[in-house]
């Protein structure tokens, strides 16, 4: 079927994909975070105590841990247009139901209930992105979209405060479901899962993008896709410790930070809320630099080991140093100013992590990309819960802080032994022995 000549466009189709995946990951973290802020006011006003929060704070990790392999096989089977439609819907309704929690049971069920709606959120707009974005700038996709994620991070802590001092913390998770229901509607409206069916897409567009298939996305539903899960599970588990290492300490972040500025600094929420967004918009930055600056490498270069491995070393490294003053130091300038360094190093590794399931498997990118993000669900599951018990205990941040610290330099280690060149691709796994003609 042939197409018109495209009109020059300012935005391509594909680009207004990625910023629907940017809308997505914005609003799914402000979803997720939202109560780390709320935190101190929810305790108070349900009597609960550290541990007790630390178990609502993880439980929302247990059913997106569990979920992450299973939902992006669902990705790669359902499609993402019908996939993240009802993930958005069970998205914004257990929002809403937070809103309403009368103690911690209802807390932990309402926060399990959204574990379950993002489980598979990523690795399916992963799949899309495989789909969308052309193989050079997977990377950059993947970074641009956790970027916004981690915007949505920075902007939570203040937006949240405000609204719990002018309406309250109920409020702030009814608003967020309004908005997050909001998004489905477009998504489903522009959305296609095959780009060769979106009806403005154009044949100078097509040609940037993977190769497509020519056939109706009911077609697609049909075809028999074999997973080759052994040789996947084989070459994405190193993959997975990395994430949980690095899981571990950025749930540290999304869940305790406010708390511990609030508690261990005596200031108060609208100031911690600042000093919370300062810290956490050094990692919108991190996210952003560190898929482009990996293709960069890897366009450079023509060493996908080399580019993939060098960001993920140099962000590790670079946050195991700085975390270490929140060991010995307190002011809070100067911790302020060490977390956010942290931070920024720490998310230089998320679009690389993320990038690698597409390296490794770019035909099974949802299933490869939940195996991977399962290190941490898991990290999530273990992070908040512990590291609350472990104030509770000793009464002493640096504790749960060095266990980061611990686990930043195991991840360090491992990263040394990936190969993000070797493909498992298709399902009698010849392509596992292909390797790059160039390494480290």
């Given at each position: ?366 299933t490869a990309s939940g195996m991977m993000n399962t290190g941490f669900g898991i990290a999530g599951m273990v992070s908040p819960l512990l590291f609350g018990f472990m ?50």
């Open positions: 079927m042939g197409r018109k000549k495209a009109r020059r466009r300012k935005v391509s189709i594909s680009n207004k994909i990625l910023l629907l995946l940017c809308g997505l990951y914005f609003i799914a973290y402000v979803d997720r975070v939202n109560i780390a802020t709320a935190a101190p006011f929810i305790e108070d006003d349900l009597n609960l105590s550290s541990s007790q929060m630390g178990f609502i704070l993880s439980a929302f990790a247990y059913p997106y841990c569990f979920l992450q392999i299973a939902g992006g096989w669902a990705g790669d089977k359902l499609g993402p247009r019908k996939m993240l439609s009802v993930i958005g819907i069970v998205v914004a309704g257990t929002t809403a139901i937070t809103g309403a929690i009368s103690g911690m049971w209802s807390a932990m069920l309402a926060r399990i209930g959204l574990g379950v709606g993002e489980g598979a959120a990523f690795p399916t707009a992963t799949k899309a992105m495989t789909k969308w974005l052309p193989r050079e700038k997977w990377g950059f996709g993947q970074g641009v979209t956790h970027a916004s994620s981690r915007l949505g991070n920075a902007i939570t802590p203040p937006l949240i405060a405000a609204i719990i001092v002018s309406l309250g913390w109920r409020s702030s998770f009814f608003i967020m479901a309004l908005i997050t229901a909001l998004w489905v509607v477009v998504w489903l409206w522009y959305f296609r899962d095959n780009p060769n069916n979106h009806p403005k897409i154009t044949n100078e567009e097509l040609a940037a993008l993977p190769p497509q298939s020519d056939t109706t996305e009911k077609k697609e539903k049909k075809e028999k896709k074999v997973i080759p899960w052994k040789q996947l599970s084989k070459r994405i588990l190193p993959i997975t410790l990395i994430d949980f290492c690095y899981g571990w300490a950025l749930w540290v972040y999304l869940t305790w930070l406010p708390s511990f500025l609030y508690t261990a600094y005596q200031i108060d929420i609208q100031k911690s809320a600042i000093f919370t967004a300062g810290i956490l918009f050094a990692g919108v930055i991190g996210d952003a630099l560190g898929g482009g600056l990996s293709d960069k490498i890897y366009k450079r270069t023509n060493n996908l080991k080399f580019a993939r491995k060098s960001v993920l070393v140099t962000g590790l490294a670079g946050s195991f140093i700085f975390l270490l003053p929140a060991l010995f130091v307190h002011n809070l300038a100067l911790i302020a100013i060490s977390l956010s360094l942290a931070f920024f190093f720490l998310e230089l590794c998320n679009a690389n992590l993320w990038a690698i399931p597409m390296d490794i498997a770019p035909n099974h990118s949802g104030i509770d205990v000793t009464g002493n941040w640096q504790v749960p802080f060095s266990a980061s610290i611990i686990l930043l330099f195991v991840g360090i280690v491992v990263t040394l032994f990936i190969d993000p060149s070797k493909k498992v691709d298709l399902a009698d796994s010849d392509e596992e022995n292909i390797k790059s003609t160039t390494s480290i």
